[in-house]
């Protein structure tokens, strides 16, 4: 019998930021899906060793010349969100992908399209209900991570 092939989950550069920050970002790629995230997106990646996430399972997707067109259109009517982000949404709509983000505006466009988008407190609570991360480390992996508000 053939494995099932894992969900696919497309994410932004803030999240694996997050997750670095936060110490768990090995993590990520135990994880019951392929990650994911677009040319653009490992550009804003800058301070991160890109080679070393790519080594770990990390799939860096291009966009298509159509996908392009389809980003220059949907930049035009939403002048808040940058090219990373649009193409983010574009391949995780191509592939009906999960989408990790931490931009309020960029999970509600997603959402508007159709797509299921969760930040990086999510996917650490996701992480701590599979046994990836002790629950008694959420606040202050939180707070590694930038959020002050932790709980």
Same mark, same amino acid.
């Given at each position: 019998?053939?494995?099932? @092939?894992?969900?696919?989950?497309? !994410?932004?550069?803030?999240?694996?930021?997050?997750?670095?920050?936060?110490?768990?970002? !090995?993590?990520?790629?135990?994880?019951?899906? %392929?990650?994911?995230?677009?040319?653009? @997106?490992?550009?804003?990646?800058?301070?991160?060793?890109?080679?070393?996430?790519?080594?770990?399972?990390?799939?860096?997707?291009?966009?298509?010349?159509? %996908? @392009?067109?389809?980003?220059?259109?949907?930049?035009?009517?939403?002048?808040?969100?940058?090219?990373?982000?649009?193409?983010? @949404?574009?391949?995780?709509?191509?592939?009906?992908?999960?989408?990790?983000?931490?931009?309020?505006?960029?999970?509600?466009?997603?959402?508007?399209?159709?797509?299921?988008?969760?930040?990086a407190d999510w996917l650490l609570d %996701?992480m701590i209900q599979m046994g990836l991360?002790?629950?008694?480390?959420?606040?202050?992996?939180?707070?590694?991570?930038?959020? %002050?508000?932790?709980?």
């Amino acid at each position: 019998m053939k494995p099932l @092939i894992p969900p696919i989950a497309f !994410v932004d550069a803030d999240v694996l930021i997050a997750l670095d920050d936060g110490g768990i970002l !090995v993590k990520l790629f135990k994880m019951p899906f %392929q990650a994911m995230t677009t040319d653009f @997106i490992a550009g804003e990646c800058q301070t991160m060793n890109l080679s070393d996430l790519v080594r770990r399972g990390l799939k860096i997707k291009k966009l298509t010349g159509a %996908q @392009i067109k389809m980003l220059q259109a949907i930049r035009a009517q939403h002048r808040g969100l940058s090219v990373p982000d649009i193409s983010l @949404i574009l391949k995780a709509k191509e592939n009906n992908a999960l989408m990790l983000s931490n931009d309020g505006a960029l999970k509600r466009l997603a959402r508007s399209m159709g797509l299921e988008c969760h930040g990086a407190d999510w996917l650490l609570d %996701q992480m701590i209900q599979m046994g990836l991360a002790r629950k008694e480390r959420r606040k202050y992996i939180l707070i590694k991570m930038g959020r %002050q508000d932790a709980e």
